[in-house]
């Protein structure tokens, strides 16, 4: 089904108090939140609306939207091996362009989120995603690595919307006492994205018979690879044409009517069973009221091209202003502990899990560890590989072991899900941040492809809690005039530190492969006891 926004007639909203029986969880019965002198609260407003269709419906698109953050990111992963002979890359090529999509995320990440909190999440999201999916699409085609190269980092500043202000967006429409669960379930949707690379990756790669020659351009499967895996953000943007703007926002911005709009339609489709829907029942709500100074330029000036102007200029204050506040009282500890954080896992998982495929192809050619000192030559790097194997392609069996490493997550994602309302984000963002640390150290311990899938799939399941855990800590922590652009900037840190991730990985996994593993290491159990100075966030009202 689709959703369909409709305006709510001016004489229908005076009958939105009726009294009546309607049958809700017990936290979000209506009853409790009639007779407020002064408007409902926001709280109380969206837990009036009911939990059923809409957040269901809400959740497909968020989530779709979420995983084509994942199959944007790890889609390069998966093509470094094929893409080999193409594009003439090499092993520091290869690093460069796993980083430079985190450079285009970190500079979106920021834009996107600061955008979102001043023009609205929604169209911002939409744009964002049809951004990264043209000029993902466009990097298909590209015949010169420079060019493959540029497209990833544009496709990367569209993408780097998708996380910070995806959250922002569903979080605004999820009642106190389902929040932190449900986004829990949201953030799972990136571990799908993950299964949907890897599945992709390992039936299309292999296939040596999709590719049609186009002149100078060879179109082969790893091209057929990557332009699949914009399908998510591509229809996630137009699913997002069928969405009302988030009420939160529309409260803090001073827009009582289009928030009680939203807020009847949410209301008319989760309590639509065939009869007559039951009226919502908030008239008034209690919203923000903008200073004059605060209103739209075109309130206050005639001459077109000055309001334009005034506009663009407003909005880079706010923005600027919004990014300021993030590092004064109370926000200051919060942010700079979750920058760490963000730093650490991001090093760690990305510049690992980005170079599993590479690593698995490496076990796979030479057999044993690809850490083993027996692997180098004299001057410390990799021999080169056996003539019997001529082919661009690796074995298919690299990628199936990237999608079982995939399918690793799994576990992880229901560990954080059941248990995230229970023990709050706290304490599993910090305990699984320790133990992913740990787990690091097993890899240069192994010996066999097994084993080094295993030690994979074990890293894979653990710090997988840690990103659930940061998605709903940065949606609960700051308030509504601050929530994308604090993700967008924390998102931000994680891109640089996944560039450098990539580039240590990229600079000395040939020479000398302990150095990146056990940076890797270090900064997860950094990261685990710095998260134990964050607040709790359990059971605590939306600002």
Same mark, same amino acid.
């Given at each position: ?22 049958? /809700? ?28 269709? %809409? ?20 889609? /390069?992963? !998966? ?21 430079? $999509? !985190? ?7 920021? /834009? ?23 000029? #993902? ?18 496709? #990367? ?67 057929? !690879? ?14 997002? *044409? ?28 989760? !309590? ?51 990014? /300021? ?64 194997? *001529? ?20 576990? +992880? ?31 240069? %311990?192994?010996?066999?492809? *097994? ?22 800590? +940065? ?18 840190? +994680?891109? $640089? ?47």
């Amino acid at each position: 089904f689709i959703f369909k926004m409709a305006a709510v007639d001016p004489e229908k909203e005076k009958l939105l108090v009726e009294d009546y029986d309607v049958e /809700v969880f017990p936290e979000e019965n209506p009853r409790q939140v009639q007779g407020t002198t002064d408007g409902a609260t926001y709280e109380e407003a969206i837990a009036a609306t009911g939990y059923g269709r %809409f957040q269901y419906f809400l959740l497909f698109v968020c989530g779709w939207a979420n995983a084509s953050d994942a199959v944007e990111i790890l889609c /390069v992963s !998966f093509l470094l091996p094929s893409a080999t002979c193409d594009l003439n890359l090499t092993t520091k090529d290869k690093g460069w362009l796993s980083g430079v $999509i !985190f450079a285009g995320m970190m500079i979106g990440g920021y /834009v996107w989120g600061a955008l979102a909190d001043v023009q609205g999440r929604r169209k911002v999201l939409m744009l964002s995603l049809l951004v990264n999916g043209l000029f #993902g699409l466009g990097s298909s085609m590209a015949n010169s690595f420079l060019l493959f190269l540029f497209f990833r980092f544009l496709s #990367g500043v569209g993408v780097g919307g998708s996380i910070p202000v995806v959250f922002a967006y569903y979080c605004e429409f999820q009642p106190k006492s389902r929040r932190a669960t449900m986004l829990s379930v949201l953030a799972a949707s990136w571990m799908f994205g993950n299964i949907i690379a890897a599945g992709l990756a390992w039936l299309v790669i292999p296939r040596t018979y999709l590719h049609v020659s186009m002149g100078t351009l060879t179109y082969g499967s790893w091209r057929v !690879f990557v332009a699949l895996c914009t399908i998510p953000s591509l229809t996630a943007s137009v699913l997002l *044409t069928c969405m009302p703007e988030s009420p939160k926002f529309l409260m803090e911005m001073g827009r009582e009517r289009e928030a009680l709009q939203v807020l009847s339609q949410v209301h008319r489709m989760n !309590f639509a069973n065939g009869k007559t829907p039951r009226r919502y029942s908030i008239k008034q709500l209690d919203v923000t009221t903008k200073k004059d100074d605060d209103k739209p330029p075109h309130l206050r000036s005639r001459n077109a091209w000055r309001v334009r102007c005034a506009q663009i200029g407003a909005t880079l204050r706010q923005i600027w202003s919004q990014t /300021v506040e993030l590092v004064k009282p109370p926000l200051t500890s919060r942010t700079i502990v979750l920058i760490i954080i963000f730093f650490s896992i991001c090093f760690g998982y990305y510049g690992l899990w980005l170079w599993l495929p590479e690593l698995f192809k490496r076990i796979d050619l030479y057999g044993g560890s690809p850490c083993l000192e027996a692997h180098k030559g004299a001057n410390g790097s990799l021999p080169t590989p056996p003539p019997t194997n *001529t082919s661009c392609l690796p074995s298919e069996d690299v990628y199936f072991e990237g999608f079982l490493t995939a399918i690793s997550n799994l576990p +992880g994602i229901i560990f954080a899900t059941v248990l995230m309302h229970k023990l709050g984000a706290k304490i599993l963002l910090s305990g699984s941040l320790f133990f992913s640390g740990v787990s690091v150290f097993f890899f240069w %311990f192994v010996s066999n492809k *097994t084993q080094s899938l295993i030690a994979s799939c074990a890293f894979g399941g653990i710090s997988v809690i840690a990103f659930n855990c940061l998605d709903v800590l +940065g949606a609960e922590l700051y308030p509504t005039h601050l929530r994308s652009t604090a993700m967008g900037i924390q998102t931000g840190v +994680g891109r $640089i530190a996944a560039i450098l991730g990539n580039v240590v990985f990229g600079l000395l996994v040939d020479t000398h492969c302990a150095i990146p593993l056990l940076s890797v290491a270090v900064l997860l159990v950094i990261g685990g006891l710095a998260a134990i100075k964050l607040p709790n966030t359990r059971g605590m009202a939306l600002d």
